[in-house]
């Protein structure tokens, strides 16, 4: 991912995460403060549905979720479909990965003006 020019963040647990700790979402009406959010279905203490439901929840702006799992069964990839989000089995296939992504490169649907909060929120948190 940071070799396509992209800044990743990423936690060990995802109630960690700045997009579950903040009450809502800091962003400006046409700003997000991520272009695309990855995220697992199994993590420790939360899944990747529940993580996603409280993004959404909070207004987030991102427009590209996905979700990955070694476990996609039809419940967790009808939920998942459900809130709008695509779906990679695992072991992660990079390629259909790196295709989700071109198709939001070549289409323009990402931001490169991203709002900074996040951002300032993670490097207040690790100094």
């Known amino acids: 991912m940071t ?8 936690f060990a647990k995802p109630t ?12 400006d009406r046409h700003q997000s403060c991520t272009d695309v959010i990855l995220t697992d279905m199994e993590m420790p203490e939360m899944d990747g549905i ?3 439901e409280n ?4 207004n987030c ?4 979720v996905a979700v990955m799992s070694d476990n996609l069964n039809a419940e967790a990839m009808y939920q998942a479909v459900k809130l ?7 072991p992660l ?27 300032e ?3 207040s948190e690790a100094g």
């Open 3 to 10: 070799r396509r020019g992209y800044e990743v963040f990423s």
């Open 16 to 27: 960690v995460c700045p997009l579950q700790i903040q009450p809502a979402c800091r962003c």
């Open 50 to 52: 529940r993580f996603i």
């Open 55 to 58: 993004v959404k929840k909070k």
């Open 61 to 64: 702006k991102c427009r590209h």
């Open 84 to 90: 709008g989000c695509s779906a990679f089995e695992k």
């Open 93 to 119: 296939d990079r390629e259909a990965l790196f295709n989700w992504l071109d198709n939001i490169e070549r289409t323009g649907q990402y931001s490169r003006k991203l709002c900074d909060w996040f951002k």
């Open 121 to 123: 929120t993670q490097l």
